[in-house]
Nanobody
Framework: QVQLTESGGGLVQAGGSLRLSCEASGRASSRNAMAWFRQAPGKEREFVAA????????GYADSVKGRFTISRNNAKTTVYLQMNSLKPEDTAVYYC????????????????????WGQGTQVTIAS
């Protein structure tokens, strides 16, 4: 079991930046592919960005490509989501996810592929 703790959400003006962090702890927490998803009010949870175990491979939703960057620290236990040029439509609860049985170098894009989730952090972008 991997425990995930997100931080860094908040309220910013459109065009601003935020950096979300997700700290993983517990069994084999450094050997998980990880990702960020988000859920806006009245909408389904959607994929945002993913990163492989070693951090060498990443993937992004088209809606955030070029604005968001996912990365992880050297110990591979913390994943970051740097969000720039934020838009009101980025407003959502952002969730960190980790996959226990990950293949080295792979990224995973479906919520069904992740078995560990954080509690979420609210991101609100004011227009």
């Amino acid at each position: 079991q991997v425990q995930l703790t997100e931080s860094g959400g908040g309220l910013v003006q459109a065009g601003g930046s935020l950096r979300l962090s997700c700290e993983a702890s517990g069994r084999a927490s450094s050997r998980n592919a990880m990702a960020w998803f988000r859920q806006a009010p009245g909408k389904e949870r959607e994929f945002v960005a993913a990163i492989s175990i070693g951090g060498g491979n990443t993937g992004y939703a088209d809606s955030v490509k070029g604005r968001f960057t996912i990365s992880r620290n050297n110990a591979k236990t913390t994943v970051y989501l740097q969000m720039n040029s934020l838009k009101p439509e980025d407003t959502a609860v952002y969730y960190c996810a980790a996959r226990s049985a990950s293949v080295s170098g792979r990224t995973y894009y479906s919520a069904d592929e992740y078995d560990n989730w954080g509690q979420g952090t609210q991101v609100t972008i004011a227009s």
